[in-house]
């Protein structure tokens, strides 16, 4: 075996297929790639990643009989069937990611400029226009914003052609996108029986990463090789900790159910332990956005002593709390709330709100910076208020 990493994987699947009838695409290969199997698909090929410490590798052989195969696909660019793009269509397929890229286009296109449509307005967006896409949508849109977006590592768009009724799809790649989902499918039905009992699941909710790649294990099974935390290391910097501190030895402390976890959860801002948790609880700390609405997440984030003591919390989770007691100026006439409001923490601890209304054309983007006293002041007063609801699990901290 030649372990390559993802990034040199895209390079050299790219550099393989250059110049072939279907287009190979830059695959967003990382360890998300991996959750539902530890495969990735290439066409209708299965290319297996390997776990090395800590980082995902694939074989370089696999790689190039990939792109042989994906290169050698039988291809007559005249051969053409009706791709049947159907927004009714429900189960995760490549013609139903299609869909959802036209829709979003029509969306997006319809919300910002109006409905451009004869008769009732604003139209469904359900009838096609003359470029086969919704409303005032074109197709120049949908590349532009899903042109590099791939579908088993080959780039659909280009290979899509409207025909004024139906889109049509080269009949081979059509087939080879068949295969592709079948395969797809039996993966993400394995992935939900846990490995040591065979029960089946929520692949979601039982499987979790590893030092060696994901593993399914259901709640009883997950209880079996791992035992629940008991807050012994509260208090205790990261920085501390023996390079051989297992947090697998411990369920996760976030999960609703008995879960697996991987990595020791702590304060970043100040560096102490809060405790164990899964793979998927750890990104959705680190990624802030409405973590602390999930039921015991601001317990989770006040174990910091740090946090504790400077009634505050990490930067990240800061414009939820403010989202939650600041009013928002209002958009010109539109009496409608944000569709979306996501908030960025500036160097001088101010908060610049970038929101965003559909329903009101004329200023449908705009921003608002709260000021970083009241940032701290209202977070301040978020944290006392959680301290107190919670004093009798403080008395001992």
Request: net charge positive; glycine share 6%; with cysteine.
């Amino acid at each position: 075996m030649s372990p390559i990493s993802p990034q040199y994987a895209n390079q050299l699947l790219a550099e393989l297929t250059e110049g072939c009838p279907v287009p190979a695409a830059r695959a967003p290969l990382s360890r998300y790639t991996f959750q539902i199997s530890n495969h990735v698909l290439i066409g209708d090929t299965a290319v297996l990643g390997h776990k090395y410490k800590g980082r995902w590798r694939l074989d370089d052989r696999d790689i190039r009989k990939a792109a042989e195969r994906l290169a050698s696909l039988p291809f007559d660019p005249e051969d053409l069937v009706d791709a049947r793009l159907s927004s009714a269509e429900r189960e995760r397929t490549w013609r139903s990611q299609i869909r959802r890229w036209f829709d979003t286009i029509s969306y997006r296109d319809q919300s910002a400029n109006g409905c451009r449509c004869e008769g009732q307005q604003p139209c469904d967006r359900s009838r096609p226009n003359q470029h086969g896409l919704g409303c005032g949508a074109t197709f120049e849109q949908v590349t532009e914003r899903y042109g590099r977006w791939p579908l088993a590592c080959t780039s659909p768009l280009p290979l899509l052609t409207w025909s004024g009724t139906a889109w049509m799809v080269p009949r081979a790649y059509a087939a080879l996108l068949d295969r592709a989902d079948r395969i797809a499918a039996e993966w993400v039905e394995q992935a939900a029986r846990c490995s040591r009992c065979n029960a089946t699941g929520d692949v979601w909710k039982w499987r979790t990463s590893s030092n060696s790649g994901y593993t399914t294990l259901c709640p009883a099974c997950a209880a079996s090789v791992a035992r629940p935390y008991k807050d012994h290391l509260r208090g205790r910097l990261y920085a501390s900790l023996p390079k051989n501190s297992q947090p697998e030895a411990f369920l996760c402390r976030m999960c609703p159910s008995q879960r697996q976890a991987v990595y020791w959860d702590h304060c970043h801002t100040h560096g102490f332990v809060r405790g164990p948790v899964c793979a998927s609880c750890n990104t959705y700390e680190g990624g802030g956005h409405r973590f602390i609405h999930r039921p015991g997440a601001v317990r989770h984030l006040l174990l910091c002593a740090g946090c504790r003591r400077d009634r505050t919390v990490p930067p990240r989770h800061q414009p939820d709390i403010v989202l939650q007691t600041f009013t928002l100026d209002p958009h010109g006439s539109c009496a409608k709330q944000p569709h979306s409001a996501w908030g960025a923490v500036q160097d001088d601890g101010s908060i610049r709100f970038r929101m965003h209304c559909w329903g009101c054309t004329s200023t449908s983007q705009w921003e608002q910076v709260v000021p970083a006293a009241q940032v701290r002041q209202l977070v301040r007063e978020f944290v006392d208020k959680a301290l107190d609801a919670d004093a009798p699990g403080q008395e001992s901290a």
